[in-house]
C-alpha cells in the first residue's frame, strides 16, 4: 500500500520560501508520476505542480509558474516542491499525491492521482 507523508510546512512572511518534502513508501517509487496541489478554506483543490516518473517532465499552474519547482529524488523516495517568493493567496493545505502509471508524462487533474498524503500547512502572511 502506498504511502505518502508531507513535511516542510509552515508560516512564513510574503517574500519567504520554503521547500516541502513528500516522503513515498509501499511500492516502487519509480512507478509512479506525482503531484502536488492544495486547498485553501471554502475552496476546491487546487493543483500546483506535477513531475513524471523519470523527473525529465515537469507542469506547473499559472499561479505558480516562475515561484515553484517541483523534483523528485527517485533514489530516496522522495518528491519536493520549492516555493519562493511566497503570497498570503499561497495559503492553504499542501497534499502531495501518487499515480501508477507506464507512462511518462505529467498529469495536472487531481480524479488521476490515487494516492495521497494528509497535508501540510502552509500560511503566509502578509
Known amino acids: 500500500q502506498v504511502q505518502l507523508v508531507e513535511s516542510g510546512g509552515g508560516l512564513v512572511q510574503a517574500g519567504d520560501s520554503l521547500k516541502l518534502s513528500c516522503a513515498f513508501s509501499?511500492?516502487?517509487?519509480?512507478?509512479?508520476?506525482m503531484g502536488w496541489f492544495r486547498q485553501a478554506p471554502g475552496k476546491g483543490r487546487e493543483f500546483v505542480a506535477a513531475?513524471?516518473?523519470?523527473?525529465?517532465?515537469?507542469v506547473y499552474a499559472d499561479s505558480v509558474q516562475g515561484r515553484f519547482t517541483i523534483s523528485r529524488d527517485n533514489a530516496k523516495n522522495s518528491v519536493y516542491l520549492k516555493m519562493n517568493a511566497l503570497k498570503p493567496e499561497d495559503t492553504a493545505l499542501y497534499y502531495c499525491?501518487?499515480?501508477?502509471?507506464?507512462?511518462?508524462?505529467?498529469?495536472?487533474?487531481?480524479?488521476?492521482?490515487?494516492?495521497w498524503g494528509q497535508g501540510t500547512q502552509v500560511t503566509v502572511s502578509s
Open positions: 509501499g511500492r516502487p517509487f519509480g512507478h509512479y508520476r
Open positions: 499525491a501518487a499515480d501508477y502509471t507506464a507512462y511518462d508524462y505529467t498529469h495536472t487533474s487531481p480524479d488521476v492521482y490515487g494516492y
Open positions: 513531475v513524471s516518473k523519470s523527473g525529465g517532465a515537469t
